[in-house]
C-alpha cells in the first residue's frame, strides 16, 4: 500500500495562491496516474485535476486557467499550484495515485480556505 503525505493547505484570501503537495512512498509512483479531488462541506468529493504517469493533465472545468497539476518523479510527489483562488475553492483537498493494475491509494486531506 502506497503513503501519500500531503501539504500546503491553509487559509487565503480570494485572488492568492497556495501549493500542495504529495509525497508518495515507495517506486510505483513514477508508473501511476495521479491527481486531486475536493470536498467541500455537504457535497460530494469531486475531481479537480489528474496527471497520468507520462505528465498529460487534465482538469475540473471551475479551475481550468487557474490550477496547474504536474509531479516530479525524482521526488515522488504531485503538486497542484492554484492561483486566482475563490470562495467556492474552499474544501478538504485530497491527492490520490492510481497504479496501471493496482488499488488507489488517498492522501489524509488537507484543509483549504478562501476568504471573500
Known amino acids: 500500500q502506497v503513503q501519500l503525505v500531503e501539504s500546503g493547505g491553509g487559509l487565503v484570501q480570494a485572488g492568492g495562491s497556495l501549493r500542495l503537495a504529495c509525497a508518495a512512498s515507495?517506486?510505483?509512483?513514477?508508473?501511476?496516474?495521479a491527481g486531486w479531488y475536493r470536498q467541500a462541506p455537504g457535497k460530494q468529493r469531486a475531481l479537480v485535476a489528474a496527471?497520468?504517469?507520462?505528465?498529460?493533465?487534465s482538469y475540473e472545468d471551475s479551475v481550468k486557467g487557474r490550477f496547474t497539476i504536474s509531479r516530479d518523479s525524482a521526488k515522488n510527489t504531485v503538486y497542484l499550484q492554484m492561483n486566482g483562488l475563490k470562495p467556492e475553492d474552499t474544501a478538504v483537498y485530497y491527492c490520490?495515485?492510481?497504479?496501471?493494475?493496482?488499488?488507489?491509494?488517498w492522501g489524509q486531506g488537507t484543509q483549504v480556505t478562501v476568504s471573500s
Open positions: 515507495g517506486s510505483i509512483f513514477s508508473v501511476s496516474a
Open positions: 490520490y495515485t492510481q497504479p496501471p493494475l493496482g488499488k488507489t491509494s
Open positions: 496527471i497520468t504517469s507520462g505528465g498529460r493533465a
